[in-house]
């Protein structure tokens, strides 16, 4: 089975804790079986390795993100990296001509694309099975899972069934896109389901649809035409003009927990981090930084502190919160999980910046000169080697390292390594960033 | 006029912006005439200079808190620093002696003692003089200044006056220190006063009482002698032993602004710092991080940041806020006010620990080696002259200094300037703190 997760988004509904780099389905706010700490997109891979342990899951995703990724789902996960943001319907196109040009999957198989951020059981990627037998027997061109709506909401599209063609699988009449409340529930009266966003279909009949597009032959023909690729969903591209469309119904949970009040509804009560609280009633808490936080006698709020900054507000409030975080001045990320570790900005100042950098024992990084500034890495805990042009040299903490500007480098970390990093110069650019690769 | 101001007490109740060092009377939440932002000890030391502009004042404090004095009251303010914490009656017969033996004060002039932390008015310090006729006349041995009672509580002492001696001023028949609200509700319908911990007396008093106790002929005598000086408050030992007490009316603002909810009480809707704020009622915000702070939709809380912590708490509730901080396991103070700048702790790792060091320019410091510790400087921003052992030498931003344990150096700051500092070390002892003289 070939699945393709969608990843992107950029995470201003969860501030702090999410930003442009670290979206929502990253944070690990969730706890797995073992009690360890995990993300949704993390969940989400291991439950589809649950149900479908022999399927080879494609990340469709941005070069922000990538990084993140391989630091959650581990270095060998296959990676489509979309040379720019465009929509959905280009990234599933690129992914397939991933799968078809490079890893020689045949046009005939059936494909999977799911969102990677629901919030679902176990059993959700179950009904993946029924969308394959649809796929193989050809008795529909896409077949998407309907998800039995709990209540009337606008913030979920509509899948209208019309006849049933097997037990369990029905033909689609029509889509209604985010509907008032009044709408609906009538569409709910009628049998309407909730559109989950997973798609399955034939991995030949994309193909032809971005080659209708664009002309290419082999994967990096269309990675370098990708600009050309119309820029539109999925949904209006393919889907709706789809001539034979199914759904599978599925019942059970299935949540978008986009925003700080859908979070605290799955986990209330929580405290993450370094938090002491007394007499809280219905209070979300995430302490991401090294310093104690305190809540006493605080009545249904959100208190969320990291690197990028502090959110307090009022849980049925805080679907307000992406107005004001457009406001915010600094959109830099202050925190990124990366492959290799961790990168924590400290500090700025006229011509300098502060960043505190955590390699993971065992990670080899070699990375690429950076254009404008001059880095000094203090090493303030751990060992390693570092590698300056040619000159290779074992560190300790308290060493003292000066990487000129242009000057390639490379790092081992031995054991966990913390280097403070001192970035000057005066042409200090956010976006003179080292490439570690 | 001769005025001791009492400065001591450490700062958990108003955690996370207080702490051992940053006491309350040092947060500069206050806004002066001009618009600037002043501290307690700042507002109580320019309202003494509108009321009594020829007074000479001493600040009694301890040694954690004199850098910060000096920051803030400015280098030539006269302190006197107790050689450890015992209590008033010690502290004020050091102050007395300084007074004596170093400033030639005569024995028959009159002393005046204030606590450096009410929120009050201008009119309150003119009531000095009226203390100092009654002293001078030799009317009373102790004169006090007795605040009229806005509402019954148990957080302050009452002076019960009996007869009057002069029109405003009473002899008072006895004390009673903080009594129960039905008790104090009982003391105000009978005429007694809050009492403000003002005292005035004659220099010479004083100096006998503590040669009863401990024997000394200068200053330095009863400095070393300072652990011998009876563990005793000034009330205990000194005013309720007194023969002869007067007490002066005040009538007027005066609060001891010692909680969260005190402060918001005479600051409603305050938001200090990097704050984004909608919608929120009778909040109030101090942000000394550089990461912004968002508030939605709150309603009567307190919202703290300092690199101490973070509180969020209900501000009735905010008077419970002792007992959780004193639960909290590393009370070392993240931030400290010093007389040439500021330490800020941004990480702390297994062996070493990294800091911002803010220098004010013009500020010009030598300092003693540290014991066990090797420090690395590296300049973020700024310029400056440098000096390690005999060598002296200009730094600019970039620059990298290594200090090993032993080594003198000092330091002068030619523009405000930044430095980043490691501390690394086997044995890294939080007491091993640079000295800066």
Redesign the interface.
Known sequence: MQIILLSGGSGKRL??LSNDIRSKQFLKLLTDENGNKESIVQRTFSQIRITQPDAHITIATNEAQADIIKSQLGQSVDIVIEPERRDTFPAIALACAHLFYEKNISDNEAIFVLPCDPFTEVEFFRTLSKLEKIINANTADIALIGIKPLHPTSKYGYIVPSSEIEPGEYSVSHFVEKPDEEKAAQLIKEGAYWNGGVFAFKLGSILNAAKSNVDFNNFNELYKKYSELQKISFDYKIVENAKRIAVVPYSGKWTDIGTWCTLAEEMPETALGLV?R??THNTFIV?E???????????D?V?A?S????????LS??S??KQ??D??E?TQP?YEERHWGESTV???????Q?K?LYFAAGKFISNQPHKYS?K?W?I???EGNFTLGCDRKKIV??D?L?IEYGQKHKIEAISDL?I?E?Q?GNKLDENDIQKFE
């Open positions: 501030w702090p002491t007394k007499k302490n930084l090294n310093i104690p936080l305190i809540a006493l006698s605080t009545k709020v208190i502190a690197p990028d900054g502090i959110l307090v507000s009022d409030e805080s307000q919160l004001f975080v406001t915010l600094n202050m400290l500090g700025k100042y006229a011509h300098s502060v505190h001059t000094i203090v303030a805990s751990g903490t308290g003292i000066k913390h403070i001192i000057t």
